[in-house]
């Protein structure tokens, strides 16, 4: 299979706060495209202004998909993503138009414009549950060192505090013998079934994108992020949450360890981390085209040039 009898994709990706949304809107309008969402939490309901969702004045009337449709006690893995966004695909091509993914996590993205493969005699959800109760209990640490020890690249790949991801990729090993790394090699050798143009969103001056994510902050708070948080937390099997940046720095809040100001303090400078590990994942991909926004010095001008990327890229 070539570029020319592959589906053409778009995909817009980078860091929180970087524009990605509303360039992906544009993208939409000037190519007929639907959108589908790449945002691991924005998946969750009522989780809605802490992960930034759209609103539909933002959506402008295009299309969303994979926004705001499972419950946060609901179970949802990277191969269950690549499985409903492999169908949105098809289903948006279907009617003729163009999809186009965006999102942070780079880990959908790319799982899904690389054709990553997963296999369903790798799960077990009793030995996931005791994992999970064990992070609770210990905390993390113990986990990423016993992940470590049979899966040292995975270690070094995965955050602490993807704690979810820790617990699946000893969960792999537990079930089958094989790595999770061993696993993803295994997985890329079926091609992509897709001709995938990604755009990833930058700042040259990194102070610019940092301003952006605390003003950021700091209209979710005007908006609401305080009761939301708080209503959130408060659920039963609320442990999504408190993965969740704009969610979990608030708890301390609530329990009277530290001062509102203190907290939001706190969403800001976990909001810059991921911001940080953001670009350190996407900036490994080789073939995404960047663009930096800050080189323009209007929203309409990086429109156009994502635009004039994708049409060289024969994007229709």
């Known amino acids: 299979m070539n570029d020319t009898t592959k589906n053409p994709v778009a995909a817009v990706v980078g860091p929180t706060a970087s524009g990605k949304s509303r360039l992906a809107v544009e993208i939409a309008l000037r190519k007929n495209g639907e959108i589908i969402s790449a ?3 924005q998946i969750y309901k009522g989780m809605n202004i802490g992960t930034a969702k759209p609103t539909a004045e933002e959506m402008c009337g295009v299309p969303h998909h994979l926004v705001d449709f499972i419950e946060l006690s609901e179970p949802f893995s990277v191969a269950d993503y690549v499985a409903l966004a492999s169908n949105c695909i098809t289903e948006v091509h279907t009617r003729g138009k163009l999809p186009v993914i965006v999102g ?3 880990l959908y993205v790319r799982s899904l414009l690389h054709n990553i493969q997963f296999t369903e005699n790798d799960k077990d959800e009793s030995l996931r549950i005791q994992l999970s109760q064990k992070a609770v209990r210990e905390g993390v640490q113990p986990l990423m060192e016993e992940l470590g020890q049979f899966d040292p690249e995975s270690a070094a790949r995965i955050h602490p505090n993807n704690v979810a991801r820790v617990i699946r990729a000893i969960e792999i090993y537990r079930t089958t013998g094989i790595t999770m790394t061993e696993q993803m090699e295994r997985s890329k050798r079926i ?16 102070q610019t994108l940092y301003d952006r994510i605390n003003h950021r902050v700091d209209l979710m708070m005007e908006n609401g992020l305080l009761e939301e948080a708080k209503e959130v937390l408060n659920r039963p099997n609320s442990q999504t949450a408190l993965q969740a940046i704009g969610y979990k720095e608030l708890l301390p809040y609530y329990c009277g360890e530290c ?7 706190r969403v800001k400078q976990e909001s810059r981390r991921y911001a940080k590990r953001q670009l350190t994942w996407f900036r490994r991909d080789e073939d995404i085209h960047w663009i930096f926004v800050d080189d323009y010095s209007a929203s309409t001008e990086v429109t156009g040039a994502a635009v004039q990327i994708l049409n060289e890229e024969v994007i229709k």
């Not at 001062?259 to 303090?265: K, N, Q």
């Open 191 to 206: 091609p992509s079934p897709y001709h995938a143009c990604v755009i990833g969103l930058d700042y040259r001056n990194r």
């Open 104 to 106: 942070g996590t780079g």
């Open 259 to 265: 001062t509102l100001d203190e907290a939001v303090d």
């Open 39 to 41: 945002d691991s939490m």
